[in-house]
């Protein structure tokens, strides 16, 4: 049977609290979530509180909790919920109003993070970079990301533990691994991984894989292979005096 | 400040409704129910075999629990050899995703309130902090099957004689299991080529860029290799018990 009408429950509410508020939204072909909270906003409720950009799945801002689980509202076709679907902001970080959550949490991370380093050869060279595709291919998955925070909302380790400040998050790992795996970046990151990063605090429980709206594999491509790569100097005796005696000490430490 | 709303209790609330996981269609609970149960039926199934069973040998069938062989007084064969491939599953990545989930609920499924506890501190502290020894498990699990493979090869041969049982067929389907799971591990990734930043620099470079290729398409389905590998351990230790007690008769075809 062809949908009219959904039931689109709402939380309103803001950091002191706040409810879920019904609507009823008539349904338009090939409708998003996006699509029916807009509708209430311009409808039914003005004040309603919504944050998104492209409707595209591009610029990360719709992020929200749709029947409790992250993901974009602009790429949430309403028919897969069967007439009746809630819509929350993300849990994990602290609401401002409506669905609009602050997520300068993760910024801060950001900023954390040594950029992007090439050696000091590369860059007094006034030649073009050559990168073979094999060695930029594994970075480009990375490079995907839209910062949407959908795996740190649904990360356990900042969801339901709150451990921001031990625990950098999976959208913090999978930059990370886009600059360990640079074959032009000389920086060391994996005194960062064991300190600051915390990614000893991921259990691999791979949720933060489950919700990525970019399909980026970061439990297999990211934080697993970061977390080898911190085994090779705080866990393996045998690699690390290898690699101390081979000189293979390449990279420089950050800061 | 508070960076997150404080952690809720199972209930839902109004502003956590049930939460439904939209990429799967099976609800919450299944997963992990089907870990414990599967899990805690191998183990004690394991036990039963290694600390209290002495024969496991079927001319030319040998239990793969107990290869290599080693007879020393009283002592089980099993406790010989049974501890790497136990570690080895232990740390692996794809265990600790699978037991985190259902025997520790972190989380138990993704996006859904967790069990207020202990403080969570993940990999970081004893025990789970030797799950960064995983690497180690690898290297002695890659002995053991060796000798599978040595066992799946005599398994065909009947007195001097070449020829196919229901034995060996099982002996062989175990080892190339066994093989497409441990040859598909994370660490091993990392050593095949993972590690390195540059896949074309050098010509060794080159060559472990095919091997990490190579050992990222069996990592891909790594839990599927996993399960797999279990039942067919089990199984085939099953087929050898019963051959022994003369339950069965070993269906063959011999040169
Ligand atoms: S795999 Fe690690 S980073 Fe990803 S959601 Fe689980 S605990 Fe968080
Ligand atoms: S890694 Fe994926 S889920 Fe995380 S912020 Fe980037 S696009 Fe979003
Ligand atoms: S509006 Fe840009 S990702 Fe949804």
């Not at chain 1, 740190?152 to 998050?169: I, M, P, S």
């Not at chain 2, 005599?154 to 002996?171: E, K, N, P, Q, T």
Request: proline share 6%.
């Amino acid at each position: 049977m062809e949908l009219t009408s959904l039931d689109l429950k709402i939380w309103r509410g803001d950091a002191k609290g706040g409810d879920l508020v019904s609507y009823r939204v008539p349904v338009r072909e090939g409708m998003v979530v996006l699509d029916a909270v807009l509708w209430v906003q311009a409808n039914m409720a003005s004040d309603l509180a919504v944050r998104w950009n492209c409707k595209a799945a591009k610029c990360g801002s719709c992020s929200a909790e749709i029947d409790g689980f992250p993901r974009l509202m602009c790429k949430t076709p309403i028919d897969e919920y069967g007439g009746r679907l809630s819509v929350g902001p993300m849990k994990a970080f602290p609401v401002i109003k409506d669905l609009v959550t602050d997520v300068s949490w993760n910024y801060q991370v950001n900023k954390e993070i040594p950029p992007f380093t090439p050696s000091d050869k590369d860059l007094s060279s006034s030649e073009p970079w050559r990168m073979q595709q094999k060695d930029v291919e594994r970075v480009m998955e990375f490079r995907k990301c839209i910062e949407c925070f959908l795996c740190q909302d649904v990360c356990h380790v900042l969801r339901a533990h709150d451990l921001k400040g031990a625990f950098q998050g999976p959208r913090a790992m999978v930059r990370i691994a886009s600059l360990e795996m640079h074959p032009k970046d000389v920086l060391d990151r994996r005194p960062l991984l064991k300190g600051k990063a915390g990614i000893g605090y991921c259990n691999v429980s791979k949720c933060c894989t489950e919700v990525c709206p970019e399909h980026i594999h970061i439990t297999d491509n990211a934080i697993i292979p970061l977390k080898e790569r911190m085994d090779d100097v705080y866990f393996d005796p045998v690699r690390s005096l290898v690699n101390r005696l081979g000189g293979r000490s390449r990279k420089r430490p950050a800061d | 400040m508070a960076l997150s709303q404080p952690v809720d209790s199972e209930v839902s609330s109004p502003r956590r409704p049930r939460v439904r996981n939209p990429y799967s269609r099976l609800p919450n609970w299944l997963y992990p129910a089907f870990v414990v149960v599967a899990l805690s039926l191998f183990g004690i199934f394991a036990i039963w075999v290694v600390f209290f069973q002495h024969e496991g040998y079927y001319a030319p069938y040998l239990s793969p629990f107990y290869s290599p062989l080693i007879k020393v007084g009283p002592i089980p064969p099993g406790v010989w050899v049974a501890w790497a491939p136990l570690v080895f599953r232990l740390t692996c990545y794809y265990y600790r995703k699978a037991y985190f989930r259902s025997f520790f609920g972190h989380p138990r499924s993704c996006a859904v309130p967790e069990r207020a506890g202990r403080r969570y501190r993940g990999e970081t502290v004893f025990p789970w902090v030797f799950n960064n020894f995983h690497r180690f498990a690898f290297y002695a699990t890659v002995v053991q099957v060796v000798f599978l493979w040595f066992d799946a090869i005599i398994a065909f041969d009947f007195g001097g004689r070449f020829g196919i049982g229901l034995g060996s067929v099982l002996m062989l389907a175990n080892v190339v299991l066994l093989s497409g799971y441990t040859f598909g591990c994370h660490a091993f990734r990392h050593l095949a080529g993972g590690d390195l930043d540059c896949f074309s620099c050098s010509l060794a470079a080159r060559a472990r860029h095919k091997l990490w290729r190579g050992v990222t398409v069996l990592n891909i389905r790594h839990d599927r290799w996993a399960w797999a590998s279990l039942l067919t351990v089990a199984g085939t230790d099953i087929y050898i018990r019963l051959l022994l007690a003369g339950v069965l008769h070993d269906p063959r075809w011999v040169l």
